[in-house]
């Protein structure tokens, strides 16, 4: 695949509360349209940033936006922030948003993640509905889920099975003043009801030993129902990331492939699955060429290709070393978290955010297959 076309579908506001973009998701609609979301805020980490809705023909060559902004709830009475928000379509015209609540409240002015202990603020994960392709909303319902998964990060957009059942896939962390070890895993749970109830999480990563990070583990789903995984693979003993690893799993997590180590690091983005069975993985080269790029293997376990440079950071202002890097320094990252989705045709979207210490803009990318005489 190549490069047909790029973009900015939304620009920062340096000084303002749009300062800093990032989270971006975007899901092609049935009914041609395209829908995307994105978190905005003063900071890469502050009480206000919100969820914006932005919208675009089917090529997602000129975006409008924001079209709306989902405010945060209060839960138990707390005040909180939307970190991130994804958007599923279960029916044509039937949307499920699936968004991460921080609580602002009970540790006040306090950032994400403790730089101590590297656990996090009381999250939270909700969902909301909406019957008309987006343009309005229910309220948001709380996921109740076990206390023994600490603060939940959503890692992907739920996923619409086949038969109906949806699956979201969520990642442990510690709590704010934890300072023990932390067992991190990324785990499935179902739902058969349309996401009003969900099963016990089970486990699709984990390292016993404990010494191996499976992070922002992004999910994709294939024609048959099971769903290809891509996890951010962290060493804690050698201060490394290591290759991206792939895993293949049920939707119910019984039964799950060993993990496969691809060949290239380091932080996956969303994948996207085409009709021909071809798979999309962006992800960021963060600690060694400073880039963002997408590689296609011609069937979802099959090898990948060579990268596509999406995206260059010429001023390399994200300086650590990854033997230096804990969860608080992400904060100080200026470009990742690449998403990809398919569009009607064949063609792929890819948005991902980038700038200065200053703004952070949303990007985009559309790949094509190269016409016959040029492959």
């Not at 970190?83 to 540790?107: F, I, N």
Request: hydrophobic content about 40%; glycine content about 10%.
């Amino acid at each position: 695949m190549i490069i047909a076309a790029r973009g900015i579908l939304s620009h920062a506001e340096a000084g303002t509360d749009r300062a800093m973009l990032t989270f971006p998701s975007v899901t092609a609609l049935a009914s041609g349209s395209l829908i995307a979301t994105l978190r905005a805020g003063a900071t890469k980490d502050d009480a206000g940033e919100r969820i914006e809705i932005h919208r675009a023909a089917s090529r997602g060559d000129a975006w409008s936006g924001p079209v709306a902004v989902l405010p945060a709830p209060h839960i138990d009475g707390k005040a909180g922030s939307l970190k991130l928000c994804y958007l599923t379509e279960t029916t044509p015209g039937s949307l499920l948003a699936a968004a991460m609540w921080v609580d602002r409240q009970s540790h006040p002015g306090a950032p994400l993640f403790n730089t101590e202990t590297d656990g996090c603020l009381p999250m939270e994960i909700v969902l909301a509905r909406s019957d008309d392709d987006g343009q309005s909303w229910g309220p948001w319902q709380r996921v109740p889920l076990p206390a023994r998964l600490g603060p939940p990060s959503l890692t992907a957009p739920i996923l619409a099975l086949p038969d109906g059942g949806l699956v979201m896939s969520i990642e442990t962390n510690k709590t704010y003043a934890d300072a023990g070890p932390w067992d991190q895993r990324a785990v499935f749970l179902g739902s058969g009801d349309g996401g009003t109830t969900w099963s016990e999480p089970r486990t699709v990563a984990r390292d016993p030993s404990g010494r191996l990070f499976n992070w922002d583990m992004r999910c994709a789903l294939r024609p048959d129902g099971r769903i290809e995984t891509f996890a951010w693979t962290y060493d804690t003993s050698a201060g490394a990331y290591l290759d991206i690893h792939r895993r293949t799993a049920t939707a119910d997590a019984s039964d799950v492939t060993e993990p496969v180590p691809l060949g290239f690091a380091d932080q996956p983005g969303r994948p996207a699955i085409l009709p021909d069975d071809r798979l999309v993985l962006p992800y960021v080269d963060r600690f060694g060429a400073g880039q963002i790029c997408a590689r296609v293997a011609h069937r979802p376990d099959g090898d990948f290709g060579a990268p596509i440079v999406l995206h260059r950071q010429e001023a390399q202002t994200d300086t650590a070393s990854a033997g230096e890097e804990t969860l608080s320094q992400m904060s100080q990252w200026s470009y990742g978290l690449p998403s990809a989705e398919v569009l009607p045709g064949g063609a792929v979207l890819i948005l991902w955010y980038a700038g200065t210490p200053e703004r952070m803009d949303i990007h985009w990318a559309r790949l094509i297959d190269p016409e016959p005489a040029e492959r």
